[in-house]
T-cell receptor, first 114, second 110 residues
Framework: DGGITQSPKYLFRKEGQNVTLSCEQN?????MYWYRQDPGQGLRLIYY???????QKGDIAEGYSVSREKKESFPLTVTSAQKNPTAFYLC?????????????FGPGTRLTVT | QQQVKQSPQSLIVQKGGISIINCAYE??????FPWYQQFPGKGPALLIA?????SEKKEGRFTISFNKSAKQFSLHIMDSQPGDSATYFC?????????FGSGTQLTVLP
């Protein structure tokens, strides 16, 4: 089965701890993305990577870090510097389709920090 | 700064009716406009997308209408079904990362 997997589905952490969210894709897509979704709101771009060993900040990168050592993997670390880390985190990957960069999303990880 | 404005925030439609969701953008560098459907607790699913050189695109019951001069685009869902009840997001991009609208919660009554 081809797709994007995110693990775990639910994650609980204490304030002050760093936490890493996993994202893996076997679609052979070059580009990968991380978004954050807060209740009743749209998605906001955290980081994206268009090629291995290279990534760019999105609109809300502060308090987050990423790495892209393999084409298939794009883990996101939520650091203790992120002031409001509780959110639904979505990973996506993309191809260039008929209209443009068609992004496909994983199932998401719901992070709760208390 | 919200670069993609979406309306309405919520929409209730009778089964068989037409659902219409509108979006407006500000950044003229945007050249890719997708729509996503999201069910509670799930990741968004790509429904349909358009480039600005086309004024309309139809896929099954879903149609995007695009007005480049007004910087507006809309999603029309024909013959709406209860299974269409979900949150719909418009988005826009100049190249890679997407800028999303705030979402429309659609409820289709049986």
């Amino acid at each position: 089965d081809g797709g994007i997997t995110q693990s775990p589905k639910y994650l609980f952490r204490k304030e002050g701890q760093n936490v890493t969210l996993s994202c893996e894709q076997n679609l052979n897509h070059d580009a990968m993305y991380w978004y954050r979704q807060d209740p009743g709101q749209g998605l906001r771009l955290i980081y994206y990577s268009q090629i291995v060993n290279d990534f760019q900040k999105g609109d809300i990168a502060e308090g987050y870090s990423v790495s892209r050592e393999k084409k298939e993997s794009f883990p996101l670390t939520v650091t203790s510097a992120q002031k409001n880390p509780t959110a639904f985190y979505l990973c996506a990957s993309s191809i260039v389709g008929e209209a443009g960069y068609e992004q496909y999303f994983g199932p998401g990880t719901r992070l709760t920090v208390t | 700064q919200q670069q993609v404005k979406q309306s309405p925030q919520s929409l209730i439609v009778q089964k068989g009716g037409i659902s219409i969701i509108n979006c407006a953008y500000e950044n003229t560098a945007f050249d890719y406009f997708p729509w996503y459907q999201q069910f509670p607790g799930k990741g968004p699913a790509l429904l349909i997308a358009i480039r600005p050189d086309v004024s309309e695109k139809k896929e099954g019951r879903f149609t995007i209408s695009f007005n480049k001069s007004a910087k507006q685009f809309s999603l029309h869902i024909m013959d709406s079904q209860p299974g269409d009840s979900a949150t719909y997001f418009c988005a826009a991009s100049p190249l890679a990362g997407l800028t999303f609208g705030s979402g429309t919660q659609l409820t289709v009554l049986p």
